[in-house]
């Protein structure tokens, strides 16, 4: 079975830039969450989806980042402008009950390194 | 405020010891908490679930205890090998219907 896809791996761009990550869940798992996360910290929440509705984007900087799940499957998380303090590493994960179930483990990608300079 | 702790320093120990890493939590209720492991360059990868009426849970050389008196979990390794050398995180379910996770804590087992 594959896992959580992400692209791109690494990403380097100059400050005031558009950025774009792009996530595929895990086949049939309805909720999807984006996590940004520091160097030396846990993945913070950026954005829950249950199917394609965003249904917790409370910690997202909503004047600046954006994020869409077009037919419940794939979505982009997008930043513009990025600033120097965006840069981390953006996760996207997955599962396949969403917070209500008791075994909601979570299917991590490999992250996007993202660098601000 | 809420605030999740992990053992603040990197864990060095002896392979074939037991590893005990440590959560500690306030302001919380969870229903349930979970322990991840995070190799450098990965995505977290999940081990164990414990809820709230289970003190116990083991996974072969994994064992969590979740007292919820204490707001406490600890994770124990035991026979720890090298390869068991990662950042383990922590996460719990918040009255908020989120997961929240901790800072993490980075083991090193020494051959």
């Known amino acids: 079975e594959a896992g959580v896809v992400q692209s791109p791996r690494y990403k380097i761009i100059e400050k005031k830039q558009p950025v774009a990550f792009w996530c595929n869940p895990i086949?049939?798992?309805?909720?999807l969450y984006w996590y940004l996360q520091n160097l030396g910290q846990g993945p913070e929440l950026l954005i829950r989806?249950?199917?394609?509705?965003?249904?917790?984007d409370s910690q997202l900087p909503k004047d600046r980042f954006s994020a869409e799940r077009l037919k419940g499957v794939d979505s982009t998380l997008k930043i513009q402008p990025a600033e120097l303090g965006d840069s981390a590493v953006y996760l996207c994960?997955?599962?396949?009950?969403?917070?209500?179930?008791?075994?909601?483990?979570?299917?991590f990608g490999p992250g996007t390194r993202l660098t601000v300079l | 405020s809420q605030k999740i702790e992990q053992n603040s320093e990197a864990l060095n120990i002896q392979e074939g010891k037991t590893a005990t890493l440590t959560c500690n939590y306030t302001?919380?209720?969870?229903?349930?908490l979970q322990w991840y492991r995070q190799d450098p360059g990965r995505g977290p990868v999940f081990l164990l679930l414990?809820?709230?009426?289970?003190k116990e849970k083991r996974k072969e050389r994994l064992k969590v205890t979740f007292d919820t008196t204490l707001k406490q979990s600890l994770f124990h390794i035991t026979a720890s090998q090298p390869a068991d050398s990662a950042t383990y995180l922590c996460?719990?379910?918040?009255?908020?219907?989120?997961?929240?996770f901790g800072p993490g804590t980075s083991l090193s087992v020494i051959p």
């Open positions: 994960a997955s599962s396949s009950e969403g917070w209500q179930s008791a075994y909601n483990e979570q299917f």
């Open positions: 086949s049939g798992h309805n909720t």
């Open positions: 989806y249950e199917n394609e509705e965003a249904v917790d």
């Open positions: 302001n919380y209720s969870p229903a349930y």
């Open positions: 414990i809820r709230e009426n289970e």
């Open positions: 996460a719990l379910d918040t009255t908020y219907d989120k997961v929240i």
